[in-house]
Antibody, heavy 121, light 107 residues
């Protein structure tokens, strides 16, 4: 069974850092690009970042550029999101998602259940 | 940055056809993907590459494009189709994925 399981979400103070992890199983991880998508409470979906199969291509939404870093470990089948200088507006449920193809430029066919990040003093 | 525009809500009677639009500049040159999200659940891909259905998605769901608008069509709508629907494209200029604001379908 194809599965994505996120972890690392918690309550954190503004300005602090947090690293999210996503464990992938049930498919050949290094065949696919991966993404992080977030959803603030009661709001719509917002793409945060994507990474190609070999980490050669990465993209970020403007609001997190310079603060967040996406990475992956194909040997361990893990996707990560390092989040620095967190702001209250980063509060959201963060989903790990799989791209249909190897570059992060297509539809997202598998989603995890999400991990909640709350940024508050 | 690239913007996708969806109506906030669409209402349709059971058994009828729902059409949800997604507008964007030169959307005809992009591949459009659609997601269904029910309350408390993760989104599910229902249409990819404008009009293809993933395995397990009923034939009642279809996608199309015309001009600067993409449309998700759901025929023979029932209560189980009540959800938020989002369109999404890849913007090669900004190297970013973009989601529409979402449409709440009420049956």
């Amino acid at each position: 069974e194809v599965q994505l399981v996120e972890s690392g979400g918690t309550l954190v103070q503004p300005g602090r850092s947090l690293r999210l992890s996503c464990a992938a199983s049930g498919f050949t991880f290094d065949d696919r690009a991966m993404h992080w998508v977030r959803q603030a409470p009661g709001k719509g979906l917002e793409w945060v970042s994507g990474i190609s199969w070999n980490s050669g291509s990465k993209g970020y939404v403007d609001s997190v550029k310079g603060r967040f870093t996406i990475s992956r470990d194909n040997a361990k089948n893990f996707l990560y999101l390092q989040m620095n200088s967190l702001r209250p507006e980063d509060t959201a449920l963060y989903y790990c998602t799989r791209d249909l193809r190897s570059r992060p430029t297509h539809g997202l066919d598998v989603w995890g259940h999400g991990t909640m990040v709350i940024v508050s003093a | 940055s690239y913007v996708l525009t969806q109506p906030p809500s669409v209402s349709v009677a059971p058994g009828q056809t729902a059409r949800i639009s997604c507008g964007g500049n030169n959307i005809g040159g992009k591949s459009v993907h659609w997601y269904q999200q029910k309350p408390g659940q993760a989104p599910v891909l229902v249409i990819y590459d404008d009009s293809d259905r993933p395995s397990g998605i009923p034939e009642r769901f279809s996608g199309s494009k015309s001009g600067n608008t993409a449309t998700l069509t759901i025929t023979r709508v029932d209560a189980g189709d009540e959800a938020d629907y989002y369109c999404q494209v890849w913007d090669r200029i900004s190297y970013q994925q973009v989601f529409g604001g979402g449409t709440k379908l009420t049956v």
